[in-house]
């Protein structure tokens, strides 16, 4: 490969990482956020080895000359720009409806009393435990509050309220979800909160029962900025 192209690839390559990791929060569609320090670096040492690079490059032409490379060597510059100009959306219901739900250990454990405010606001791997593993069965009759996006449940009616959680990439996504019945279903992706109150099938407190949610109020949100992980909203 040509120096030049070379050195434009390693420019054009640092230029994209501090895009989506240094001046926005694009990098979240590829990474946890704990990595950004590490794309942060990454980009400026891309871009400085690019820079000498091409200085190399330019003072030793200004005697030699050079050629410029081949056509086809352009077409490497491709997924660079991709990635410096167009985002990738960002995980939802599409890769939620592929994704099992990700598991608990569906044993009774001793929970914490739940608050006396209402509704009580839950992330939904909290709602699971407590539905499954909670044999006071504290959750029956508390109004909880809930947020995520919708996918679609297919067969027995309802929605999903979904969130997925990344721990190292987008690669290794997995899915948390709760069965909302009792309101019309948004559009796939969109981001809602929910509330309501459990909505009782099989036995509660034991891995029988649903986690499913009858909701009394839907509201939609704008994606949170932690809309990766499954905690209660942050902006």
């Not at 690079?53 to 003072?59: C, P, T, V």
Request: hydrophobic share 40%; net charge positive; glycine share 8%.
């Amino acid at each position: 490969m040509r120096r030049p192209v070379q050195a434009a690839l390693l420019v054009l390559s640092g230029l994209a990482l501090l895009r989506v990791s240094l001046f926005s929060d694009l990098y979240l569609r590829y990474v946890k956020a704990g990595m950004r320090p590490l794309l942060i670096a990454s980009g400026a040492v891309l871009l400085t080895l690019g820079l000498a690079e091409a200085w190399s490059w330019y003072r030793r032409t200004r005697h030699d000359g050079d050629h410029l490379p081949p056509r086809t060597a352009w077409l490497l510059f491709l997924p660079v720009l991709s990635l410096a100009l167009w985002a990738p959306p960002a995980l939802g219901a599409y890769t939620a409806a592929r994704e099992a739900p990700k598991s608990t250990t569906t044993q009774p454990q001793d929970f914490d009393p739940l608050p006396a405010t209402s509704p009580i606001p839950l992330t939904l791997g909290d709602f699971t435990d407590r539905v499954r593993e909670d044999h006071t069965k504290a959750i029956r009759t508390r109004t909880v509050q809930m947020t995520g996006f919708a996918t679609p449940a297919g067969h027995g009616g309802g929605w999903y309220l979904t969130r997925l959680i990344i721990n190292c990439c987008a690669a290794d996504a997995q899915s948390v979800k709760v069965r909302v019945y009792g309101a019309p279903s948004p559009k796939p992706d969109t981001w809602v909160t929910v509330t309501g109150v459990w909505h009782p099938h099989c036995t509660l407190g034991t891995s029988s029962a649903e986690v499913a949610l009858t909701a009394h109020t839907l509201k939609k949100i704008h994606r949170p900025t932690n809309g990766y992980t499954d905690a209660l909203p942050l902006g």
